[in-house]
């Protein structure tokens, strides 16, 4: 049974702006896992590319549970990929529940949505 379903859009000179402007923006929105991977990348784009995905993934995700960001730490939720490339997030409270995310990007843009199925 489907328990919530959450989108976000965000325009990625805005996270870039963000990046440069505050040293911490980055550690804010990702764990260290999470960072750990942002810092192997090799270009500023796709670091910009990255982070913004991360970004409305894990606001989809806080809508999808009703409460939004606020409630919920962007560190409460991390992001992994499965040995195909496939994203998942693990969710602290959320552990019985299967959580399905799709990201996306474009020239301008990153995009995601979740669903939260009840095991």
Not at 39 to 62: H, I, M, P, Q, T
Not at 91 to 97: D, K, P, Q, S, T
């Amino acid at each position: 049974m489907i328990k919530g379903i959450g989108i976000d859009l965000i325009e990625l000179d805005r996270i870039q702006k963000s990046m440069e402007k505050n040293n911490r923006f980055v550690d804010r929105i990702l764990t260290q896992n999470e960072k750990n991977v942002f810092d192997e990348l090799k270009s500023n784009k796709r670091k910009v590319e990255f982070l913004a995905g991360r970004y409305a993934s894990k606001e989809a995700f806080a809508k999808a549970t009703g409460t939004g960001i606020g409630r919920l730490s962007f560190h409460d939720m991390e992001l992994t990929v499965n040995e195909k490339g496939a994203p998942s997030i693990k969710a602290a409270g959320y552990e019985e529940h299967i959580i399905f995310v799709s990201i996306t990007h474009s020239r301008d843009y990153a995009a995601a949505q979740v669903v939260i199925e009840v095991i």
